[in-house]
């Protein structure tokens, strides 16, 4: 189109080409909202331009009656814009379809997508909306700096070059490309707590405070996830050096001293870090508390059930190691099909 280059179009052209590396081979993940037709039309014409090439992958998760519908709509906008190859994926989804199993399914379908194209990359077109969402989220949790950091603008091959803009300037630039964008009748309902963010909390906390509370929120995050990762590093470094030698597979040892002479901020990183290295989740504050009481040699000597089959106890002195030894130690629950014996049976493992 001729004439003056609204500003919303310009920096939603700038956020990709600051974020895709120069020659990707991208797929850009359209649901047909306006913020993914935002991006596609953003992708196209720095496609058009040589500096990237850019397919496109559509998810039906046949939620709602119409969803087949709205997806060949996507696919056809994003085909009209240039974009190939379109992709259109259906995986399905259990029962009614919770949100987290929506996103478990939508993520398997841009996994398999970058298999069968050999794409470097899935753009998705989160906003400056949704990371402040995410934020209030997060202290709402009250579960610490990680969960202050937002979305990530990089992980892995996913990419979301839009977390500086407002959901408005990417109605703005469908505005100017003539993209027919379509609004989720379920983004309108109060149930889900996201919902209730974006539709009450936000605009109280706008209108009480004045205009910029989502840019702050959003700086917020670029602040938090800066010293999360650094303190991440930090505590990696640490498991290393308290680490101890162990015959047995599927368990780490970690020098009790060590532990009790780390601040805080670290020393429920470090077991953190531990317990996800033996192939647990991420465990809850309240157990990563517990253990932090098992370190301080308050109450017994555990085990403590930590998340995904990972218990933690403190080894005694006149343990197998030997007297000199003092450490706390972190077993698998099920080591080659088997339930490890011993302190496993401790009552203390069913809190």
Same mark, same amino acid.
């Given at each position: 189109?001729?004439?003056?280059?609204?500003?919303?179009?310009?920096?939603?052209?700038?956020?990709?080409?600051?974020?895709?590396?120069?020659?990707?081979?991208?797929?850009?993940?359209?649901?047909?909202?306006?913020?993914?037709?935002?991006?596609?039309?953003?992708?196209?014409?720095?496609?058009?331009?040589?500096?990237?090439?850019?397919?496109?992958?559509?998810?039906?998760?046949?939620?709602?009656?119409?969803?087949?519908?709205?997806?060949?709509?996507?696919?056809?906008?994003?085909?009209?814009?240039?974009?190939?190859?379109?992709?259109?994926?259906?995986?399905?989804?259990?029962?009614?379809?919770?949100?987290?199993?929506?996103?478990?399914?939508?993520?398997?379908?841009?996994?398999?997508?970058?298999?069968?194209?050999?794409?470097?990359?899935?753009?998705?077109?989160?906003?400056?909306?949704?990371?402040?969402?995410?934020?209030?989220?997060?202290?709402?949790?009250?579960?610490?700096?990680?969960?202050?950091?937002?979305? /990530?603008?990089?992980?892995?091959?996913?990419?979301?070059?839009?977390?500086?803009?407002?959901?408005?300037?990417?109605?703005?630039?469908?505005?100017?490309?003539?993209?027919?964008?379509?609004?989720?009748?379920?983004?309108?309902?109060?149930?889900?707590?996201?919902?209730?963010?974006?539709?009450?909390?936000? /605009?109280?906390?706008?209108?009480?405070?004045? /205009?910029?509370?989502?840019?702050?929120?959003?700086?917020?995050?670029?602040?938090?996830?800066?010293?999360?990762?650094?303190?991440?590093?930090?505590?990696?470094?640490?498991?290393?050096?308290?680490?101890? /030698?162990?015959?047995?597979?599927?368990?780490?040892?970690?020098?009790?001293?060590?532990?009790?002479?780390?601040?805080?901020?670290?020393?429920?990183?470090?077991?953190?870090?531990?317990?996800?290295?033996?192939?647990?989740?991420?465990?809850?504050?309240?157990?990563?508390?517990?253990?932090?009481?098992?370190?301080?040699?308050?109450?017994?000597?555990?085990?403590?059930?930590?998340?995904?089959?990972?218990?933690?106890?403190?080894?005694?002195?006149?343990?197998?190691?030997?007297?000199?030894?003092?450490?706390?130690?972190?077993?698998?629950?099920?080591?080659?099909?088997?339930?490890?014996?011993?302190?496993?049976?401790?009552?203390?493992?069913?809190?």
């Amino acid at each position: 189109m001729g004439g003056h280059l609204p500003a919303a179009v310009a920096a939603a052209r700038n956020a990709v080409r600051r974020l895709v590396p120069r020659g990707s081979f991208v797929l850009v993940a359209c649901s047909g909202g306006a913020d993914s037709l935002a991006l596609a039309a953003a992708a196209a014409f720095l496609a058009g331009k040589g500096e990237l090439r850019a397919g496109a992958v559509v998810v039906d998760h046949a939620l709602q009656e119409d969803s087949a519908a709205v997806a060949a709509q996507a696919a056809g906008q994003v085909r009209a814009l240039g974009l190939s190859p379109v992709l259109v994926k259906a995986p399905g989804v259990e029962g009614t379809g919770s949100e987290a199993q929506a996103r478990t399914a939508r993520y398997a379908a841009f996994a398999e997508a970058l298999e069968e194209t050999g794409a470097d990359h899935v753009l998705l077109g989160h906003t400056l909306d949704d990371q402040a969402e995410q934020v209030i989220l997060g202290l709402a949790r009250g579960s610490g700096t990680r969960s202050l950091a937002g979305i /990530p603008a990089t992980r892995g091959p996913y990419l979301r070059p839009f977390l500086g803009l407002r959901r408005a300037q990417t109605e703005a630039v469908c505005a100017h490309e003539a993209l027919d964008y379509w609004t989720d009748p379920t983004n309108l309902e109060r149930g889900p707590l996201r919902n209730r963010v974006r539709l009450d909390v936000l /605009p109280v906390l706008e209108a009480a405070l004045g /205009p910029g509370v989502a840019e702050a929120l959003a700086r917020t995050a670029l602040l938090a996830r800066a010293d999360a990762d650094h303190l991440d590093r930090l505590a990696q470094d640490a498991l290393e050096d308290l680490l101890l /030698p162990v015959a047995a597979p599927g368990c780490l040892a970690l020098d009790l001293a060590g532990l009790r002479a780390l601040g805080p901020a670290l020393r429920g990183r470090v077991l953190r870090a531990a317990a996800v290295r033996l192939g647990g989740e991420n465990p809850t504050l309240e157990r990563i508390a517990a253990t932090e009481r098992l370190v301080d040699g308050a109450g017994s000597a555990g085990p403590v059930q930590l998340a995904g089959h990972v218990a933690a106890y403190r080894e005694r002195p006149d343990g197998p190691h030997g007297p000199a030894r003092r450490a706390v130690v972190l077993e698998g629950r099920v080591l080659d099909g088997r339930v490890p014996e011993g302190p496993a049976d401790h009552p203390e493992a069913a809190g």
